[in-house]
């Protein structure tokens, strides 16, 4: 069995979801953040909702379903999560 059994990604679906970058204390840091975020396959399109202090929030379209995006967040060394008690809601940290 193939160690990427578990992130294919279903591109019939696609879900909005709200995502907040906590970390970020930099241009610098933002635009490393928004192009790691931008390289993980199944998002579709990011859109800046609000930036603030060290937070950017952003809404973003995933194809697939929310189990799937998450578990590609959980296995890429840039981002942790913080929480995603909410639905199609993730608060995640930038790790430098």
């Known amino acids: ?9 279903d591109t019939s679906k696609t879900l909005l979801l709200d995502v907040t ?6 241009y610098e840091e933002y635009e490393i953040s928004k192009d790691k975020l931008s390289k993980i396959i199944a998002i579709s399109n990011i859109e800046i909702l609000n930036l603030n202090n060290d ?6 379209s995933v194809m697939g379903s ?7 967040i959980e296995n890429n060394t840039f981002f942790e999560i913080m ?5 199609n809601s993730l608060n995640l940290r930038f790790v430098k």
């Open 1 to 9: 069995q193939s160690i990427f059994k578990n992130f294919i990604v």
């Open 21 to 26: 970058i906590e970390g970020i204390n930099s």
């Open 55 to 60: 937070t950017i929030s952003y809404q973003i």
């Open 66 to 72: 929310f189990d799937t995006f998450k578990k590609t």
């Open 83 to 87: 929480d995603d008690n909410a639905k």
